[in-house]
């Protein structure tokens, strides 16, 4: 058990909320392949907070600092390191005792099974701001992809509820209902669909190598996902046999099928179609409506009250990660 | 990627529908652990078929020979393989050529993974048949956890939309939309819900070791399953977090939650509540009403209708199923 | 920690030397490769007992059952379970009380890893009897590596420190030492060397990733087993750069190294040379002359005297189990 | 296949001899270990080069650099990220082509592995200097064994087929003979023997999970081992089966045996008995005297003069090696 993804390309994500830095290790890339750093960059800020009304106002510069395995621009074989420094470390000893933990936050279960010794300070390794480091592999992984014209896009179907209709990222009415949470110090949650095109038919494996297994393992080591559907998912339960066949046919020489409600997954194997699937994220648990919890040092039920500013839904920020545990576990697949 | 669940304790399940034999090699029990194969076998009769008007009327004797990795039905450290032989075998030479993929089974993906050489008699290693060692695995499991005061049931919630009302295992309303469908030649899904009491708090881990994503990525290795969401999974889309969060109080020494929402997993790691959560289940694809597919050796687009008696509705015996792989799971996390 | 070989192709051994049957699974293997079980008996009957006056005279037939992953003698991409039947099994209860430990045996280890647990019969799961469900692997991964023009042969250079001369197995010189010992009961050990031709350079990885790594962890993992070197091995302590370092030069269009020295393997990557290495197998520990050992159960010091007929030097049966294993590990490398 | 280490503990390495930085992230090490940094440092200088005659005379300062993982000199849970930040890095474009690969080093099987895209500015991901991350790692691990009563130590038995005698780390007849080799240019290898001390019986596993195996894998991960031999080693293969066991005894209550010349593993499990292994290590192959070679680009065969000041013999700094990996392989067993 470990927070390693992949058996073929290992990543391994290190990092606290105020270590030194966070970052990611990418073991057995391919060599000799050409990394777009402005890419990446541009996939990294739009993971970034700060950059909108509907998200945290805190602003971190996510700068890459690549340590090793690139040479003039190229994988070179040898495992790839890339880092972001943290700005607001302390060095020096401090406090790390955790009275209050936050509802539904991992305070309560990582001290358990860390003894009290995990790392508090602004959520320790549990932050999303670990994301960051998913997102340079993630990105790294799309333009993999992309060169074998495998793309990976995810969009918003819904915030609070409230269908994400028109074209544009999120709807106005959406952020309004942002901005309303906000302003009462309230979060939202949301859906979002994550579609992969161009994978082959014929990638996966069976039992928990299927996709559907890799993809899902990968998805919930995102913070606040809590549910993952593939095709029509829950809505199959509420059909019958004949409605959920999708029908086989021949678009020339290819085989496809009429319906995607399997979601381009087949027994743990891409059929050649589009993969989709939805995943719900919980509305930001940081929230700074006076709540309940207990002070673990005293033994009492005690009010807590969270400061600072934080992201009143983090649906947004969530997107470029689903896609980027997306691009991870496909390109695993595919090498 | 390989068909092998966990890490500490390695589940290598083998066979084909129509192969000598199927089975499950477990690797690295603890030695010592007494296991009750009458209690597994009661557990192995709730996935067998044949029991009722609404599944397979088939008869398999699942009976299960021990080979290896018990001596005076202990475990002796040794890796335990179990099996169950097929009595519908052919050993000569037979045609084994894929024309017609069913729609919705693995068919046409394993025939473009395998090059056209996987077995396709009976669906091979896709048949649900495959479950019937998971099951040794997780009856064994169970076991080992209810030593350890854990306890994994899996109920159904609904079938073909229908609620599942009222104490028995399928309520008579949905009895009689399954032979409703089976006379009809068609099939139903439904949802199970799976609940694990017990798991002490601090079980699990970061990244892609989180409980959700061991457990999503075993439960996907059922066939059929399209969805699964944990606690209160895809509602939390619509919710606040300040309807969503779940306060702790002190319940006498121990902290718990007065809601459940987050389905005891916060941050990947268990929380000491009840681990919930519910998997959606497709209907059988194997239908005998008429359906559309290709003939790949034709190229032609043709008309399918699959012959023999199936599962109207698998759902009954996917519960015992859903239950093997989270005990599997559990079990790994608990070692 | 666990004894399943490889991470692409996975082999998995279980049985004990008296449990119903001894076998392996072998996941992950290319499908569509036809298997010749006649050849394959044949390299199983190189590991049987009985064959000669330097091997035991128990008659065991090994005869291997398929139980899954072959169709019409060909891979299919599911897990191949081939077994061998023990004929001498009981299966009501018994004394499982290991009482003497036999010395340089896995006696006493196995009995506080197992807590007392592990089958002490014939040697249970640390029997030399483990080694022929290696070999139905191995000799598979042969018939692979052959279809690539790779070999893997092994030979005898010593035993009992008698240089193996001539063109023969073994030497009618080694014979007699072979039968001297024999008739006094005690045992004698060997050198075996592994050459492994036609790998491409290129194959293998850095850290322990390398193909000494690779090659040794599987080595080790046969009974018996006491040391490896590479190429010219410890010789190489006593010499300097100018005289250990091997000279590139073009042969025609391929570089290949004048000398040898470093086994076909530089950091860790196969260079193209043959790939070389020697192991030290260990004298029998069975010998049926007197040793001293402990009683653990009345916890005094006792003489013991072990019965039956045991082989006098198991150094020829493992040649093809060095050959099995390599194979198994220079295949899952070429995948 | 990849440059990880273990499974419970996983320890991964990165960097270039010229990228910005090397370093090593150690995963799930137990949280609330305290590592005292400044006994790491004086286990780094072990490993350190310019101190003497015998090593090279380039001076790296190897200062560790914390990211991740600690608080308060604690672990916190959360993988340990440390670097070593590279002093002689280029960040502009620069001519990676490889032209005449220096004989014994992995420059050619290097280059053919990574088609020519790996780096090889002073060896790349090959360079010795890798070994610094390693030595990180190990000195926690070492660390955390002394906790547990466990120590690993490793001496020099000799270098250029000079006995090592005496009470020194390098006896002055060694000195004198690297002195020797120094002056004209070329190397010398040698032989190290590791001991480990208080291991428990019963820790360990069978086939490749054997400590055989584990150690060796580890040992081979060091660049320029090319043997390893446990207890007595290739030494038994001359020996009888009752001149090789070795007897057990009651000492007071704790079994031990007479002779160890199983070198403190049966079947792969550790006796209670000191673990014992012997490496060979080959000389530098870095030599200032003219060389054969080829030249990949003109597909000549050619003279190389290889520059600069290199270690005449690496086996001292290799030994502080030896104890890291065997340190981290051990640890990741008592888990």
Redo the contacts between chains.
Sequence with gaps: ?????G??I?I?????SH?????V?I??LP??IEIDFDELAQFMARRAPGQNSYSTQRKEADKI?????????????????A?IENTNTRSQ??D?LLEI?R????????H????????IRGG???SGRLTAPLCIAGGIAKQILAQKNITVDAKIL????IENKGDKFISDEIIKAIDD?RTKG??????IECVVNGV???????????L???I???I??I?A??????????????????????????DG?I?R??TN???G????????MPIVFRV????????S?E????N?KT???VKLNIQGRHDPCIVPRAVPCIEAVTAITIL??ML
């Design positions: 058990m470990s927070p390693v993804f058996e073929k290992k391994t994500v290190f990092g606290q270590s030194e830095a966070i970052g290790v073991d057995s060599a000799g600092k690549v340590l090793s395995g690139i040479v003039n621009s190229k994988t070179c074989g040898a495992p790839l390191c880092i000893d401090y790390n933990p509802p539904s936050h991992a305070d309560y279960s990582a358990i099974k860390y003894n009290g010794f995990n790392d320790g390794h549990f819904s915030i609070g509820g949470v309230d979060s939202l949650g949301g859906i082959p038919a014929g990638i996966g494996d069976t039992m928990s190598g299927s559907e297994s890799k899902s393992s990968s919930f080591a913070p996902i809590k549910g993952i559907e593939f095709g029509n998912g829950f809505e199959c339960a509420s059909l019958k046999g004949s409605q959920n066949n999708d029908p086989f046919y021949f020489d085989v099928t009429k409600n399997h979601g997954i087949l027994g743990g194997i891409s059929s050649g719900a994220v919980k509305p930001t648990p940081s929230i409506i709540q309940e919890s207990v673990l033994k009492e039920n695993e697949e």
